[in-house]
């Protein structure tokens, strides 16, 4: 909840730097029938043209067709405890890349950490795939120096589309089942990763929110969005986790962008 407020109030103070408009803001707290429960923070803005920031905490029980699906959730009669928190943004500028961060703690009958960030331009700028990639190097090297190119590789393995054979972006990290014998570490790095994409991707969005474009531009970002759809529905583990915990399907697809297009 500390980590979704810290993003949801920088990304409306860049949107007072922009312009002085209202915001749509709408939060809506969620109950997940057979336990736990969430809110979604959804801002439609002129800078994010749609960023939703979830936070979740569930429990209960898997149905047992989908219990071979979870780790450990066999070995523990299908019972299951989770938190996460996500966030997708989409924006209006075709010059800014879109973004997505998630991290989550899941326990069954073993424990573990997951999440990641990755961020998906319409145009590929070279300088910001250095600062992006370079600013998650140092905070993985400060726990572990295997981390960065052993999570980059499943980041770049894991974001692809293989119906399209192309990559859904620029990569970053991504992790799963990260469990070591020093708890107090992993969740330590868990919540860097959540600080760590707020610190370089507000300075990414100042950076190029400001810059012209043409319409030409905004018409190849929402045939690139389609890309993004396509993935979340036929490849993203939390979508699926969430079909399959019986979450809330509007937190679920908040991560769609609002206007989209195939041609």
Same mark, same amino acid.
């Given at each position: 909840?500390?980590?979704?407020?810290?993003?949801?109030?920088?990304?409306?103070?860049?949107?007072?730097?922009?312009?002085?408009?209202?915001?749509?803001?709408?939060?809506?707290?969620?109950?997940?029938? %057979?336990?736990?429960?969430?809110?979604?923070?959804?801002?439609?803005?002129?800078?994010?043209?749609?960023? %939703?920031?979830?936070?979740?905490?569930?429990?209960?029980?898997?149905?047992e067709?989908?219990?071979?699906?979870?780790?450990?959730?066999?070995?523990?009669? %299908?019972?299951?405890?989770?938190?996460?928190?996500?966030?997708?943004?989409?924006?209006?500028?075709?010059?800014?890349p879109?973004?997505?961060?998630?991290?989550?703690?899941?326990?069954?009958?073993?424990?573990?950490?997951?999440?990641?960030?990755?961020?998906?331009?319409?145009?590929?700028?070279?300088?910001?795939y250095?600062?992006?990639?370079?600013?998650?190097?140092?905070?993985?090297?400060?726990?572990?120096?295997?981390?960065?190119?052993q999570?980059?590789?499943?980041?770049?393995?894991?974001?692809?589309?293989?119906?399209?054979?192309?990559?859904?972006?620029?990569?970053?990290?991504?992790?799963?089942?990260?469990?070591?014998?020093?708890?107090?570490n992993?969740?330590?790095?868990?919540?860097?990763?959540?600080?760590?994409?707020?610190?370089?991707?507000?300075?990414?969005?100042?950076?190029?929110?400001?810059?012209?474009?043409?319409?030409?531009?905004?018409?190849?970002?929402?045939?690139?969005?389609?890309?993004?759809?396509?993935?979340?529905?036929?490849?993203?583990?939390?979508t699926?986790? %969430?079909?399959?915990?019986?979450?809330?399907?509007?937190?679920?697809?908040?991560?769609?962008?609002?206007?989209?297009?195939?041609?």
């Amino acid at each position: 909840m500390s980590l979704r407020d810290s993003i949801a109030d920088e990304f409306l103070a860049i949107e007072k730097e922009f312009s002085a408009e209202p915001l749509k803001i709408n939060r809506k707290k969620w109950d997940r029938p %057979g336990g736990g429960g969430g809110e979604m923070t959804v801002i439609y803005g002129k800078v994010f043209e749609k960023v %939703g920031v979830n936070i979740s905490i569930v429990h209960g029980k898997i149905a047992e067709k989908f219990i071979d699906e979870i780790p450990g959730a066999k070995e523990n009669d %299908g019972k299951f405890w989770a938190s996460g928190i996500s966030v997708v943004s989409h924006m209006h500028s075709p010059l800014v890349p879109a973004a997505h961060m998630n991290t989550r703690f899941i326990v069954t009958a073993k424990s573990w950490f997951g999440g990641g960030i990755d961020f998906t331009p319409i145009y590929y700028n070279d300088e910001d795939y250095r600062f992006l990639h370079g600013k998650i190097e140092k905070m993985c090297n400060g726990f572990n120096f295997n981390y960065y190119p052993q999570f980059k590789k499943q980041c770049d393995d894991y974001f692809f589309l293989h119906h399209r054979k192309e990559p859904r972006g620029i990569g970053g990290i991504f992790y799963d089942n990260l469990s070591s014998d020093n708890w107090e570490n992993d969740f330590a790095y868990t919540q860097a990763v959540g600080k760590t994409f707020l610190e370089i991707y507000s300075f990414v969005v100042r950076k190029h929110m400001n810059k012209s474009w043409i319409e030409e531009q905004k018409e190849y970002q929402l045939i690139k969005r389609g890309r993004y759809v396509e993935f979340n529905l036929l490849y993203d583990r939390g979508t699926k986790f %969430g079909i399959l915990t019986n979450g809330n399907p509007d937190a679920i697809m908040m991560s769609m962008p609002p206007l989209v297009r195939w041609q």
